[in-house]
C-alpha cells in the first residue's frame, strides 16, 4: 500500500508541474495584458489631454514666414540683406527635382506613401521613451513640420504623441506638395539660413535651379544637424554626410552609378560667409537705416523688397575700382610686416586650435585672405588660411615682402612661424603677399540730370570700419574747390581769357605774424589766362582772382551748388580747398556744371515692395520743369569747357589718355602735404567723385597728387559708366559771345580782361612778369 501510494505520488509530480506552468502562463498574460490595457489606458489619457489643447493649424494653412528686408539695384541684382533669418519662400514648383529626390532620400524615401506617421519608426520611439528616453528617430516630413511650427525640441513621450497626432492633422489639411513645400522653405540649414533657397545662395552663391547633384546632396545633409553638417563651418562632415545622401539616391534608384561617381567626385566651392550680386555694402546700411526710421521692427521680418537706383554693372566697377587701386597705393609704399603674431604648440590637435582662433580675430577682406605662417624660407612660405588646404607663396609671389624676409629685418616687421599675414591669389592660381591697406578712400556717382545714385562705394571695407566716407567724411577739397571760385568771377565780369600774374605773392596774416606765400606746385609762369591757370591749377592765380572778387562773395556764391557756407573760411585759403566737403557734396556741386545749371537731390530709393510685390511706395518720377537754375546757363557752359581744358591738357590729362574720349570734364585736387587727394568730373550725364585719405589725416607722399591717388579710381569706372556711350557736346547758350578765342558774356565784352589785369597786376609784379619773361623762372 505504501509503496502504491508513494508510487502514485511520483506518477503525478509531472501533472503538478505542468499545472504549475500553465498557472504561470495565465498569471504572465494577465499581467502582460494588464500591462498593455494600462500603457493603452495611459496613453489614451495622454491623448485625451494632448487634444484639446493641440494648436490652431493656422501658422500652416496660411504660411506667413519672416521674411527678411532685401535690397536690389535698379537691374534687380541684390546688394543686401537684413534679418534674424535668410529666407526665401520658393514654390514647389520651382523647386528642382534633384533637390527633391535628394531631400527625401535621406529624410523620407516613403513620404509620397505614408499617412504622415511611420508606424514601426514611432513604435520603436516610444518604445524608447518608455524606457528612457527618445533616442531612436522615427519623424517624417510632416512630423518635422508638425515640430518645426509648433513644439519645442524637448524629448519626452507627451511631446513625441503631440507631434504625431498633428502630423494627422496636417496631413488632413494639406495635401503632399504643400506640405514638403511648407518643410523646404522653413527648415534651418545654418548660417542664419532658412529653407534651401537661401541656404543654396549662402553656400554656393547660386539659385536653385542651378544646384548641381553634388551641391542639392550636401545641402540635402544638413538638416539632421546643421551645426555639425554644415559645409561652411565642418566641410569634413558635410562631405561624409553628402556622400550618405547619394548612397541612398543610388539605392533608390534616383540617380545612375555614373552620376553618383560623378557627383561624389566633384569639388565644391563653399562660401564662407554671404554673397551679393552687387558689392555695395554701405549702400545697404543706408537703406536700412531708411526703412528702419519708416517700419520700425517690421523691417527684417516682413519680406520688404527696396530697388534702389544703382546699376549692377557700374556699382561693381565702382567697389572693383576703388579696392583695386587702394591696393596699388599700398603696394607702392612697401610691405609694412605681419599683422599679427602666435606661438604655435608642437601637438597637432592644439596647434590647429591655436590658427584657428588667431584668423578668426583677422577675418578676410574679399580677395584679401589671412593665413597663419607655418613653414618660412627665402624662397618659399608655407601658411594655413582659415579653410581649405595649406597655401604655398613662391617666386614673384614673395616680391613684395622680400625685405621681411631677411634674418636683419626687425622682429616686428619679419615673416616667421606663426606670423599672420595676408595673402591674395592671381587669376592663374599663384599666391601672393599682400596686406590690408590702412589708407582709405570713397567713391560716388550720381546721374546729373535727376540725382540719382547710380554707384556709391563708402570705404574699402564695410567690415573693418562702418563708416561711409561718401556721406559722412568732412575732408579738405583742395584744388577741386577753384572751379566754383572761377565760376563766381564769371559773374564779375572775369572770362577765361582774362590775363592773371602766375608771381609769387606775398600777404599778411601768416601764422606767426609772418606774411602768408601762397605758392604753386609746378612754379610760376607769369603771365597766362584763367583756362590756362585752371587747367594747370595755379594756387597764385586762384589766390588773386579770390581778392578780386571778395572770399564774402565767393563763400556766399557756394551755397548755391549745395555747399555750407559755416564749413568754409572767410579768407583767402577759400580757394586753396582749406574748408571742409564731403564727396557727396562734392558731387552734387559737380552735376550743376554738367547739367547745365541746375541743382540735384541726391535719390537712392526708387520703390519698396512687400513681399507679395505689391508696391508700397515709389519715388515721383524725376521732372526737367520742376528744376530751378541755381546758376546762369551761360556760367555752366564756360565752365564746362574749362573743365574740358583740365583733362585734355592740364593736371587731369591721365583721364583722357586713359578713356580716349573727347568729352571728359574734371578736376584733380590735392590737399598740403597731400593729405587728401580727389578728383572730380563728368562726362554725358554721369558725374563722379573719389577720394583717398587716411582717417587720420596725415600725408598721402610727396610724390602722390589727386591725379595719381583719385584720378585712376574715377578713369576705371567710367570706363564701364560710358561704355557704348558717344561723346556728347555741349551747345552754347544764348548770351555767350567767343571772342579773340574763348567765351565771354555778350553784357562783359570788350575790356573785360583787361580789367581783370588791371586790378590784379601791381607795378612790381609787371616788372617781376617781364623778367621773367625774358630771363625765365
Same mark, same amino acid.
Given at each position: 500500500?505504501?509503496?502504491?501510494?508513494?508510487?502514485?505520488?511520483?506518477?503525478?509530480?509531472?501533472?503538478?508541474?505542468?499545472?504549475?506552468?500553465?498557472?504561470?502562463?495565465?498569471?504572465?498574460?494577465?499581467?502582460?495584458?494588464?500591462?498593455?490595457?494600462?500603457?493603452?489606458?495611459?496613453?489614451?489619457? &495622454?491623448?485625451?489631454?494632448?487634444?484639446?489643447?493641440?494648436?490652431?493649424?493656422?501658422?500652416?494653412?496660411?504660411?506667413?514666414?519672416?521674411?527678411?528686408?532685401?535690397?536690389?539695384?535698379?537691374?534687380?541684382?541684390?546688394?543686401?540683406?537684413?534679418?534674424?533669418?535668410?529666407?526665401?519662400?520658393?514654390?514647389?514648383?520651382?523647386?528642382?527635382?534633384?533637390?527633391?529626390?535628394?531631400?527625401?532620400?535621406?529624410?523620407?524615401?516613403?513620404?509620397?506613401?505614408?499617412?504622415?506617421?511611420?508606424?514601426?519608426?514611432?513604435?520603436?520611439?516610444?518604445?524608447?521613451?518608455?524606457?528612457?528616453?527618445?533616442?531612436?528617430?522615427? +519623424?517624417?516630413?510632416?512630423?518635422?513640420?508638425?515640430?518645426?511650427?509648433?513644439?519645442?525640441?524637448?524629448?519626452?513621450?507627451?511631446?513625441?504623441?503631440?507631434?504625431?497626432?498633428?502630423?494627422?492633422?496636417?496631413?488632413?489639411?494639406?495635401?503632399?506638395?504643400?506640405?514638403?513645400?511648407?518643410?523646404?522653405?522653413?527648415?534651418?540649414?545654418?548660417?542664419?539660413?532658412?529653407?534651401?533657397?537661401?541656404?543654396?545662395?549662402?553656400?554656393?552663391?547660386?539659385?536653385?535651379?542651378?544646384?548641381?547633384?553634388?551641391?542639392?546632396?550636401?545641402?540635402?545633409?544638413?538638416?539632421?544637424?546643421?551645426?555639425?553638417?554644415?559645409?561652411?563651418?565642418?566641410?569634413?562632415?558635410?562631405?561624409?554626410?553628402?556622400?550618405?545622401?547619394?548612397?541612398?539616391?543610388?539605392?533608390?534608384?534616383?540617380?545612375?552609378?555614373?552620376?553618383?561617381?560623378?557627383?561624389?567626385?566633384?569639388?565644391?566651392?563653399?562660401?564662407?560667409?554671404?554673397?551679393?550680386?552687387?558689392?555695395?555694402?554701405?549702400?545697404?546700411?543706408?537703406? @536700412?537705416?531708411?526703412?528702419?526710421?519708416?517700419?520700425?521692427?517690421?523691417?527684417?521680418?516682413?519680406?520688404?523688397?527696396?530697388? &534702389?537706383?544703382?546699376?549692377?554693372?557700374?556699382?561693381?566697377?565702382?567697389?572693383?575700382?576703388?579696392? @583695386?587701386?587702394?591696393?596699388?597705393?599700398?603696394?607702392?609704399?612697401?610691405?609694412?610686416?605681419?599683422?599679427?603674431?602666435?606661438?604655435?604648440?608642437?601637438?597637432?590637435?592644439?596647434?590647429?586650435?591655436?590658427?584657428?582662433?588667431?584668423?578668426?580675430?583677422?577675418?578676410?577682406?574679399?580677395?584679401?585672405?589671412?593665413?597663419?605662417?607655418?613653414?618660412?624660407?627665402?624662397?618659399?612660405?608655407?601658411?594655413?588660411?582659415?579653410?581649405?588646404?595649406?597655401?604655398?607663396?613662391?617666386?614673384?609671389?614673395?616680391?613684395?615682402?622680400?625685405?621681411?624676409?631677411?634674418?636683419?629685418?626687425?622682429?616686428?616687421?619679419?615673416?616667421?612661424?606663426? +606670423?599672420?599675414?595676408?595673402?591674395?591669389?592671381?587669376?592663374?592660381?599663384?599666391?601672393?603677399?599682400?596686406?590690408?591697406?590702412?589708407?582709405?578712400?570713397?567713391?560716388?556717382?550720381?546721374?546729373?540730370?535727376?540725382?540719382?545714385?547710380?554707384?556709391?562705394?563708402?570705404?574699402?571695407?564695410?567690415?573693418?570700419?562702418?563708416?561711409?566716407?561718401?556721406?559722412?567724411?568732412?575732408?579738405?577739397?583742395?584744388?577741386?574747390?577753384?572751379?566754383?571760385?572761377?565760376?563766381?568771377?564769371?559773374?564779375?565780369?572775369?572770362?577765361?581769357?582774362?590775363?592773371?600774374?602766375?608771381?609769387?605773392?606775398?600777404?599778411?596774416?601768416?601764422?606767426?605774424?609772418?606774411?602768408?606765400?601762397?605758392?604753386?606746385?609746378?612754379?610760376?609762369?607769369?603771365?597766362?589766362?584763367?583756362?590756362?591757370?585752371?587747367?594747370?591749377?595755379?594756387?597764385?592765380?586762384?589766390?588773386?582772382?579770390?581778392?578780386?572778387?571778395?572770399?564774402?562773395?565767393?563763400?556766399?556764391?557756394?551755397?548755391?551748388?549745395?555747399?555750407?557756407?559755416?564749413?568754409?573760411?572767410?579768407?583767402?585759403?577759400?580757394?586753396?580747398?582749406?574748408?571742409?566737403?564731403?564727396?557727396?557734396?562734392?558731387?552734387?556741386?559737380?552735376?550743376?556744371?554738367?547739367?547745365?545749371?541746375?541743382?540735384?537731390?541726391?535719390?537712392?530709393?526708387?520703390?519698396?515692395?512687400?513681399?507679395?510685390?505689391?508696391?508700397?511706395?515709389?519715388?515721383?518720377?524725376?521732372?526737367?520743369?520742376?528744376?530751378?537754375?541755381?546758376?546762369?546757363?551761360?556760367?555752366?557752359?564756360?565752365?564746362?569747357?574749362?573743365?574740358?581744358?583740365?583733362?585734355?591738357?592740364?593736371?587731369?590729362?591721365?583721364?583722357?589718355?586713359?578713356?580716349?574720349? +573727347?568729352?571728359?570734364?574734371?578736376?584733380?585736387? &590735392?590737399?598740403?602735404?597731400?593729405?587728401?587727394?580727389?578728383?572730380?568730373?563728368?562726362?554725358?550725364?554721369?558725374?563722379?567723385?573719389?577720394?583717398?585719405?587716411?582717417?587720420?589725416?596725415?600725408?598721402?607722399?610727396? @610724390?602722390?597728387?589727386?591725379?595719381?591717388?583719385?584720378?585712376?579710381?574715377?578713369?576705371?569706372?567710367?570706363?564701364?559708366?560710358?561704355?557704348?556711350?558717344?561723346?556728347?557736346?555741349?551747345?552754347?547758350?544764348?548770351?555767350?559771345?567767343?571772342?579773340?578765342?574763348?567765351?565771354?558774356?555778350?553784357?562783359?565784352?570788350?575790356?573785360?580782361?583787361?580789367?581783370?589785369?588791371?586790378?590784379?597786376?601791381?607795378?612790381?609784379?609787371?616788372?617781376?612778369?617781364?623778367?621773367?619773361?625774358?630771363?625765365?623762372?
Amino acid at each position: 500500500m505504501n509503496f502504491f501510494s508513494t508510487d502514485v505520488k511520483f506518477l503525478a509530480l509531472p501533472f503538478a508541474q505542468a499545472n504549475y506552468r500553465n498557472d504561470l502562463r495565465r498569471t504572465l498574460l494577465a499581467l502582460s495584458a494588464i500591462g498593455v490595457l494600462t500603457v493603452f489606458v495611459l496613453l489614451g489619457g &495622454t491623448l485625451l489631454s494632448i487634444l484639446p489643447r493641440l494648436p490652431s493649424l493656422d501658422l500652416v494653412t496660411d504660411y506667413r514666414p519672416k521674411i527678411p528686408l532685401r535690397i536690389y539695384t535698379a537691374d534687380g541684382a541684390l546688394l543686401g540683406e537684413f534679418g534674424e533669418e535668410r529666407r526665401d519662400f520658393t514654390p514647389i514648383q520651382e523647386i528642382p527635382p534633384v533637390l527633391k529626390d535628394a531631400l527625401l532620400a535621406i529624410e523620407d524615401a516613403r513620404f509620397y506613401e505614408h499617412g504622415g506617421v511611420d508606424y514601426r519608426g514611432v513604435a520603436r520611439a516610444v518604445a524608447a521613451g518608455l524606457t528612457g528616453g527618445m533616442r531612436q528617430g522615427a +519623424s517624417t516630413i510632416t512630423m518635422q513640420v508638425a515640430r518645426n511650427f509648433f513644439l519645442t525640441p524637448e524629448k519626452t513621450l507627451r511631446r513625441k504623441l503631440t507631434e504625431v497626432m498633428l502630423s494627422y492633422r496636417i496631413e488632413s489639411a494639406l495635401n503632399k506638395d504643400q506640405i514638403l513645400e511648407l518643410y523646404m522653405n522653413q527648415i534651418y540649414l545654418g548660417q542664419r539660413s532658412y529653407g534651401f533657397s537661401s541656404a543654396a545662395r549662402t553656400y554656393f552663391r547660386k539659385r536653385l535651379p542651378e544646384l548641381t547633384l553634388a551641391e542639392a546632396a550636401m545641402l540635402a545633409g544638413i538638416p539632421q544637424n546643421p551645426s555639425k553638417h554644415n559645409p561652411a563651418v565642418n566641410p569634413a562632415r558635410a562631405k561624409a554626410r553628402q556622400e550618405l545622401v547619394l548612397k541612398r539616391m543610388l539605392q533608390l534608384e534616383t540617380i545612375t552609378q555614373a552620376q553618383f561617381d560623378e557627383a561624389v567626385a566633384q569639388p565644391l566651392a563653399v562660401s564662407q560667409r554671404m554673397q551679393f550680386e552687387a558689392q555695395a555694402d554701405h549702400v545697404a546700411e543706408l537703406v @536700412r537705416q531708411e526703412l528702419y526710421a519708416r517700419y520700425q521692427g517690421a523691417t527684417y521680418t516682413q519680406g520688404f523688397n527696396v530697388y &534702389t537706383t544703382l546699376d549692377k554693372a557700374e556699382q561693381n566697377a565702382a567697389y572693383e575700382s576703388l579696392r @583695386r587701386n587702394v591696393l596699388a597705393y599700398d603696394q607702392r609704399h612697401g610691405y609694412r610686416g605681419p599683422e599679427a603674431y602666435v606661438e604655435l604648440p608642437a601637438d597637432a590637435n592644439e596647434r590647429e586650435e591655436t590658427i584657428d582662433q588667431a584668423l578668426a580675430k583677422h577675418p578676410g577682406s574679399d580677395k584679401l585672405i589671412a593665413a597663419v605662417v607655418t613653414e618660412v624660407s627665402a624662397k618659399r612660405i608655407r601658411a594655413e588660411p582659415a579653410f581649405g588646404d595649406t597655401l604655398e607663396i613662391t617666386g614673384n609671389g614673395l616680391r613684395f615682402a622680400a625685405r621681411a624676409l631677411q634674418p636683419k629685418t626687425p622682429l616686428a616687421e619679419r615673416i616667421r612661424v606663426g +606670423s599672420v599675414i595676408r595673402v591674395s591669389q592671381d587669376a592663374k592660381g599663384h599666391w601672393a603677399i599682400a596686406q590690408m591697406p590702412e589708407v582709405e578712400a570713397a567713391f560716388v556717382a550720381l546721374d546729373a540730370e535727376d540725382g540719382s545714385y547710380r554707384a556709391l562705394v563708402g570705404g574699402f571695407d564695410f567690415y573693418r570700419r562702418q563708416f561711409n566716407h561718401v556721406t559722412s567724411a568732412w575732408r579738405q577739397p583742395g584744388s577741386i574747390i577753384k572751379p566754383f571760385v572761377y565760376s563766381a568771377a564769371l559773374e564779375k565780369g572775369f572770362s577765361p581769357a582774362t590775363l592773371m600774374n602766375d608771381a609769387p605773392l606775398s600777404l599778411p596774416g601768416g601764422a606767426d605774424g609772418q606774411p602768408w606765400e601762397p605758392r604753386n606746385d609746378d612754379g610760376y609762369d607769369g603771365t597766362l589766362t584763367l583756362r590756362r591757370a585752371l587747367a594747370r591749377s595755379k594756387n597764385v592765380v586762384a589766390v588773386r582772382l579770390l581778392q578780386a572778387i571778395t572770399p564774402q562773395y565767393a563763400r556766399d556764391y557756394l551755397t548755391r551748388f549745395g555747399f555750407d557756407a559755416a564749413k568754409h573760411p572767410d579768407n583767402l585759403t577759400l580757394t586753396l580747398g582749406s574748408g571742409s566737403v564731403t564727396p557727396l557734396q562734392m558731387a552734387q556741386a559737380y552735376a550743376v556744371f554738367a547739367n547745365g545749371g541746375h541743382q540735384v537731390s541726391p535719390r537712392l530709393i526708387e520703390k519698396i515692395t512687400d513681399a507679395r510685390g505689391q508696391v508700397l511706395w515709389e519715388a515721383p518720377a524725376p521732372s526737367k520743369e520742376d528744376r530751378q537754375p541755381v546758376i546762369d546757363p551761360r556760367n555752366a557752359f564756360i565752365i564746362d569747357s574749362m573743365l574740358r581744358e583740365v583733362v585734355s591738357s592740364g593736371t587731369g590729362a591721365a583721364a583722357s589718355q586713359r578713356l580716349g574720349r +573727347s568729352d571728359l570734364a574734371g578736376k584733380t585736387g &590735392t590737399t598740403s602735404d597731400a593729405v587728401d587727394g580727389w578728383f572730380a568730373g563728368y562726362a554725358a550725364n554721369v558725374v563722379a567723385v573719389a577720394w583717398m585719405g587716411y582717417d587720420q589725416p596725415k600725408s598721402l607722399g610727396a @610724390r602722390e597728387f589727386g591725379a595719381t591717388l583719385a584720378l585712376p579710381i574715377w578713369a576705371d569706372y567710367m570706363r564701364q559708366a560710358l561704355a557704348g556711350k558717344p561723346a556728347s557736346e555741349r551747345t552754347a547758350p544764348p548770351g555767350v559771345s567767343y571772342v579773340d578765342g574763348d567765351w565771354v558774356y555778350d553784357e562783359f565784352t570788350g575790356d573785360a580782361g583787361v580789367k581783370a589785369l588791371d586790378v590784379e597786376m601791381s607795378p612790381l609784379d609787371s616788372i617781376f612778369d617781364a623778367i621773367r619773361k625774358i630771363f625765365g623762372d
